[in-house]
């Protein structure tokens, strides 16, 4: 979509699976299989949708896909399906890495941070040479410091040889004009949604805050989430405004509806919009 010197599309790293139960917490089974079938090991399909912002000379890529950098073990957990990876579906919207000039990573689990590195030549680097890395400083520390529950969640080679590229933000800041990276915490404490303000329409990547449309609710918060009362409160909070302003959401797990519009505040109903 071409809006007022923006433009912005979607781009995909494939489908993963997850277990179901986890990706819905408290909701019951039969509530989430009605958007969701689960498979024989009760594992769901979920997308690694990717925002592209283009503006000026600016490209800004939000959240990074599942990445190359995968053993064995991991792969039977995360059964990773796609015809191409996002760095060949960049590549086919003619985006180069080279110019790609900001990486919004919205926080550091693998499956948000998987393009951050790559292999060249069996060395470690920066996928994107030229793109600065935002995100919070809670994150690098939630990263750098994990535990037994949280360290699962990370792929330490997502952010080998980065450290020269990471730019650290402690709260909400405007990184270009338009462009807004707001801490929300819940799922985890450094988690940041990005905002895209054009005119007076308003853009909003949630990131795992709401990972997909099933998710639009503010109680169906996942298993996965650290603080889920922050993430209730932080997603009622939103969506109010959301829906007040017409806001389109861009919800980066869900493979069948990426991008919505909330049109209904009391039942959360949503109404697909494509961008
Ligand atoms: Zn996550």
């Known amino acids: 979509m071409k809006i007022d010197g923006f433009d912005l599309l979607l781009a995909s790293d494939g489908t993963f699976k997850l277990d179901g139960g986890a990706m819905f917490g408290i909701v019951p089974k039969p509530v989430w299989e009605k958007y969701f079938r689960a498979d024989e090991r009760n594992k769901i399909t979920l997308g690694t949708n990717v925002l592209v912002i283009k503006s000026g000379k600016n490209t800004a890529l939000v959240d990074l896909g599942m990445g190359d950098k995968f053993d064995k073990k991991l792969e039977g957990i995360y059964e990773i ?13 003619d985006i180069e890495r080279e110019a790609v ?23 470690i680097v920066p996928t994107f040479p030229n793109a600065k890395y935002y995100m919070q400083e809670d994150t690098l520390k939630e990263i ?6 949280t360290k699962p969640n990370y792929n330490y080679l997502n952010f080998e040889n980065l450290d020269d590229h990471i730019e650290l933000l402690n709260g909400d800041e405007e990184v270009f004009p338009g462009v807004e990276l707001i801490k929300s915490g819940g799922h985890t404490k450094g988690h940041q949604v990005v905002t895209l303000r054009v005119g007076n329409k308003t853009f909003i990547y949630f990131g795992d805050l709401i990972p997909t449309s099933a998710h639009i609710k503010p109680a169906y918060v996942m298993a996965y989430d650290l603080y889920p009362m922050d993430t209730f409160s932080k997603k009622k909070e939103i969506l109010e405004k959301a829906f007040e302003g017409e806001w389109t959401l861009f919800f980066e797990h869900d493979p069948a509806t990426p991008s919505a519009q909330l049109v ?4 959360y109903t949503l109404k697909k919009v494509t961008v």
């Open 81 to 93: 399906d796609r015809t191409k990876t996002l760095l060949q579906d960049l590549s086919e919207k």
């Open 264 to 267: 209904d505040i009391e039942s």
């Open 144 to 149: 750098r410091e994990p535990n037994q529950k």
């Open 101 to 123: 000039t900001h990486i919004f990573i919205t926080h550091g689990h693998l499956d948000h941070t998987g393009w951050a590195t790559t292999y060249s030549h069996d060395k």
